[in-house]
């Protein structure tokens, strides 16, 4: 059982930054493939970026370029860097991991493992 613990939300004006953090409780973190996903009020969830056990990252193509997905498999964690942020990134970041992805990336579906996640709030 893989617990992950999201930190990092907050309120930031249009332009601003952020950067959260995923923390997992395994000691097999380095395995994992790592997703965020956001879900905004009365939306689907939606893919944001994702890192594979072996660096590789993959993106939304609304947040490509002013996003950066990054891992630290010796803190079991997993950050996104959020640059240039607007008002329609306001949503709830959910943290995921994936042994592998049958589903691809991009799919919630391919995720075993899900945090509370962390409200993201950018005002106009």
């Known amino acids: 059982q893989v617990q992950l613990v999201e930190s990092g939300g907050g309120l930031v004006q249009a332009g601003g930054s952020l950067r959260l953090s995923c923390a997992a409780s395994?000691?097999?973190?380095?395995?994992?493939?790592m997703g965020w996903f956001r879900q905004a009020p009365g939306k689907e969830r939606e893919f944001v970026s994702a890192?594979?056990?072996?660096?590789?990252?993959t993106y939304y193509a609304d947040v490509k370029g002013r996003f950066t997905i990054s891992r630290d498999d010796a803190k079991n964690t997993v950050y996104l860097q959020m640059n240039s942020l607007k008002p329609e990134d306001t949503a709830h970041y959910y943290c995921?991991?994936?042994?592998?992805?049958?589903?691809?990336?991009?799919?919630?579906?391919?995720?075993?493992?899900w945090g509370q996640g962390t409200q993201v709030t950018v005002s106009s």
């Open positions: 995921a991991a994936a042994t592998s992805a049958p589903y691809g990336l991009g799919s919630p579906r391919s995720y075993g493992y």
């Open positions: 395994t000691r097999t973190f380095s395995r994992y493939n």
């Open positions: 890192i594979t056990w072996s660096g590789g990252s």
